[in-house]
């Protein structure tokens, strides 16, 4: 299984909602990542997990939260998000954090949210 | 700033025909890199990497070739399909930053039947 799962794969939500982004992925890899990425731009890194512990905040809002329940699992919580947060939501994994070892991220399909 | 750019940001090429996109990196550090492509509506697909200590690297109908004297990366699509259509990024890995991988800025590859 050489996949990195998300969902949902569209999301639409009011600027007052609260909603979850879900990422999995079983291939054993210990570094998980949140990107960003807008229309014709590449992605923006957002956050970083290594073995289940966040080693890099890319100085994004509050409204972002990230949460890792265990090694295969990778949320990120949305809340009072903006218009113009409205993107798509990339995750990504790597057998280590890739700081540490060159190694390639293999990345989901990715949320696509629009906030209204 | 430190960046990974791209020479152009569209690439047209006829059917069968072997494409290359270029990549400029700046920061002298950086000693991984790899290319993806995305397609419509997915997310980015690993293609081929290639280390710092290495000037070329083939895979299954793609090359990359790096230039550390002129920080300049490409890949090399033989006889490119329709299915080859799509945006590619280059991204470098500076293992001493913070900033994991960096993406360059996408090439838009179109195959024209």
């Known amino acids: 299984d050489t996949e990195v799962t998300q969902t949902p794969k569209h999301l639409v939500m009011g600027m007052t909602n609260k909603k979850s982004l879900k990422c999995e992925q079983h291939?054993?890899?210990?570094?998980m990542y949140w990107y960003k990425q807008k229309a014709k731009k590449p992605p923006e890194l957002m956050f970083v997990?290594?073995?289940?512990?966040?080693?890099i905040n890319e100085s994004v809002p509050s409204r972002f939260s990230p949460e890792c329940p265990n090694s295969s699992l990778l949320n990120l919580h949305l809340h009072a998000l903006q218009p113009e947060d409205s993107a798509l939501y990339l995750c990504?994994?790597?057998?280590?954090?890739?700081?540490?070892?060159?190694?390639?991220?293999?990345f989901g399909q990715g949320t696509r949210l629009t906030v209204v | 700033g430190e960046s990974v750019g791209l020479h152009l940001p569209t690439l047209s090429v006829q059917e069968g025909d072997n494409s290359i996109i270029n990549c400029a990196y700046s920061?002298?550090?950086?000693?991984?890199f790899i290319w993806y492509k995305q397609e419509s509506g997915k997310g980015p697909q690993f293609i081929i990497d290639i280390r710092s200590n290495m000037d070329k690297r083939q895979g299954q109908r793609v090359t990359v070739l790096l230039n550390k004297t002129v920080k300049h990366l490409s890949l090399q699509i033989a006889a490119t399909q329709p299915g080859d259509s799509a945006v590619y990024f280059c991204?470098?890995?500076?293992?001493?930053?913070?900033?994991?991988?960096?993406f360059g800025s996408g090439t838009q590859l179109t195959v024209l039947p």
């Open positions: 991204a470098e890995n500076n293992p001493g930053s913070a900033r994991q991988l960096t």
């Open positions: 997990y290594s073995y289940e512990k966040l080693s």
């Open positions: 920061n002298s550090a950086s000693d991984y």
């Open positions: 990504a994994s790597s057998l280590v954090d890739q700081g540490t070892v060159n190694t390639e991220a293999f």
């Open positions: 291939m054993g890899h210990r570094a």
